[in-house]
């Protein structure tokens, strides 16, 4: 195996904090405007732009709204005529609509390609808002007469980690306050000025109430308004780009590999499998990436943006990364390792617990996160160093799993 | 411009009459079943496909169920841990699917893909089933207060033409006629067997009600059940496989060219341009795709399959094509031109109205039979001799256009 490199010329965020429809502001807007931060970002022209991909999981049921490649075109004057087209994943629509741009870019069709993640939530009442979500499970065999269908399977994946290896209450706290402080330094995380209660991270059914089986309030992430845009170019682009901005293109990020699998729909039938890891597929996704990013192993990795819709998925990834063996994540939790001063930083940006989860943004939002951290724009939450860095994003009970690996060297 | 051909090893339809809720079965069986018709068609292991594309409109409206990528993988039990992706451009989903497979192949990441587009829309009431649709418009400007937004769009589009250049009802009844003559020959078109009353055609208030302003119900697409799927190959790969076939690779029909554009979305935007083509994108679309495939204009075509959601849209091909100068299409239906008996037959299939438009399966239903009619396999709807055809397909109110231009030799 072996990838094109693709590179992210620069890219943009909402405010996660935002509540678009409070503002009397639209699907269009909240579309529009890290499409216009992200040309802003990489200095591109928008004449420049020669493909517009949409991610989102579904506008229909929130906005009732579909069609968002026609909404792509009215971003910017300079659209109009452009191909669109819309991708969905259910939580990794940002990763294949990723995905399709990259395809777009490598077959040689166009140099220059816009990718805009958006999710608009918090419209509907908060109780639909998460009842809508169950349009990514396997409907009805997973949703008929389930209260709150994600917290659940995510609930029962810290139950087959448990079974299998033993899994300790405290280290899903430990990853969620991780989550909320990171988010601290993330001027566009939903929650950085959280005040949270005394006992968040605790047991205490006041400050942190059960959502589902060991699943509390912080251990989930939250319905957010938010979008995210990168400009992603061809090698030929990049090149001419890098000269006229004055940069060398070893400092330009690219993506280097990537890795695509898609287990069966239903959660329990993810479980068949008795091997080491709980989701083979999700551990084959990450060596797929890493394979085509010519990276040997996950010490080659300076951070991690992993989709941590809940602290088990969280947990899970640490041991499917390998930055442990399987079931020992909790080793990385206990010695500090995924934390933001520790060797590989996961979730520096503060994660979908800390950030938000605007479902069709978030796949877009890690690859920008990552492609920030290894040219050194992170700002406040920067690694430091960091060279190289991998995104883990999933769809339903994980089972569309992307992975991309994005570096600023070969 | 020029394209890298892919091929088209076969493909299959469900039958567009079937009502798959009042049978009993579900998404992921209608998913399924032109998924196994197109391997045994093509003759393809499920073991060699490499990756899966789905193209469906809006599900989580009708169905209550996103992620059908996630369903793809259901459809064999090989297809466990292939890369999937669902792709939506409302009535053009089903193209901007190919184009996504096309790309992956183009760039040499697969060599062989499934497309499969889908749509379920009979196990909701009517009145939900059409007004589901309006999420292809712009919401909430188009679609607020607005009873059937689009009948009155493309009854809209009727009146732009007979602005412009005149337009005679007798015209778009003869599209319709034809339209329903042609699918009796069509084993899996959903108007087949209807017994249509007498005065279907004429302006009858019992027989062929006013839909929306110059539209009447025989000038409308039906609400369908549907599901169609191809196999898609890189040249080497189908070189491979029409040697083990037996065939010659000259043979094989192939998507020689596209062209893929998309206007603004609402349809009044549209409209501002005063030029000769009530549509100067889907002018373009079509252009671009004679100009990839190397065709010097409509005069190489043998068969065209066009996206008749209203007669006044197929009425709108005709020029757009350049079967005839812009506005002067009912040249071509007066001397019979597009007529299954004509030098150009348009929508031997019957079409969206004959065949019925599952929205999201239309482009892929499109692209297989023109595939079909390459290599005569279209049975009693076969063009005789006909060896290069074209596709068009539109989402909205053209908002995205899609056209393919496939071959059996270049």
């Known amino acids: 195996m072996s990838a094109t490199p693709i590179f992210v010329l620069g890219g943009a965020q909402t405010d996660f904090s935002r509540s678009w429809s409070r503002e009397g502001s639209d699907l269009a807007a909240l579309l529009a405007e890290p499409v216009q931060g992200a040309l802003l970002d990489a200095g591109v022209d928008a004449t420049d732009v020669e493909v517009g991909h949409v991610a989102n999981f579904a506008s229909e049921i929130y906005c009732g709204q579909g069609h968002l490649g026609g909404l792509f075109v009215e971003a910017d004057p300079a659209f109009v005529g452009l191909p669109t087209s819309r991708h969905e994943a259910a939580c990794a629509s940002g990763s294949v609509a990723v995905l399709a741009a990259m395809a777009d870019l490598e077959a040689d069709r166009y140099d220059v390609a816009c990718v805009v993640g958006v999710e608009m939530m918090r419209n509907v009442p908060s109780r639909d808002a998460v009842a809508n979500l169950g349009a990514a499970a396997w409907v009805p065999f997973e ?7 994600w917290p659940e399977v995510f609930a029962a994946l810290g139950d087959e980690y448990d079974r299998r290896y033993g899994l300790e209450a405290e280290h899903l706290a430990a990853l969620a306050r991780s989550s909320f402080e990171n988010a601290r330094r993330n001027p566009n ?24 089986g060991r699943l509390r309030r912080h251990d989930c992430s939250q319905i957010t308004d938010g979008a995210a845009a990168v400009i992603l170019a061809s090698p030929e682009y990049a090149e001419e780009w890098a000269a006229s901005h004055g940069l060398d293109l070893e400092e330009v990020p690219r993506i280097r590999g990537w890795g695509h699998r898609t287990a069966r729909m239903s959660f329990a039938d993810k479980l068949r499998d008795e091997g080491p890891y709980v989701f083979p ?130």
Chains 1, 2 share one sequence.
């Open 281 to 410: 597929h999700v551990r084959g996704a990450i060596l797929d990436a890493f394979d085509r990013a010519g990276v040997a192993d996950v010490s080659e990795l300076d951070a991690i943006e992993c989709h941590d819709c809940f602290t088990t998925t969280h947990y899970m990834a640490i041991d499917h990364f390998g930055i442990t063996a399987p079931g020992e994540s909790w080793k990385a939790i206990e010695d500090g390792t995924v934390f933001a001063d520790g060797l590989l930083p996961v979730n520096p940006s503060g994660g979908l617990i800390g950030c938000g989860h605007p479902v069709g943004a978030s796949g877009v939002r890690m690859l920008l996160d990552v492609a920030k951290q290894v040219r050194s724009g992170a700002g406040d939450y920067q690694v430091d160093g960091a060279r190289t860095a991998a995104t883990l994003n999933i769809g339903g009970s994980a089972t569309t799993t992307v992975s991309f690996v994005v570096g600023t060297d070969d």
């Open 143 to 149: 949703t008929d007469g389930v209260a709150m269908v």
């Open 189 to 212: 995380a939903q929650t950085r000025g959280w005040d949270l209660p005394e006992h968040a991270f605790e047991e205490d059914e006041r400050d942190n109430p059960v959502v589902a």
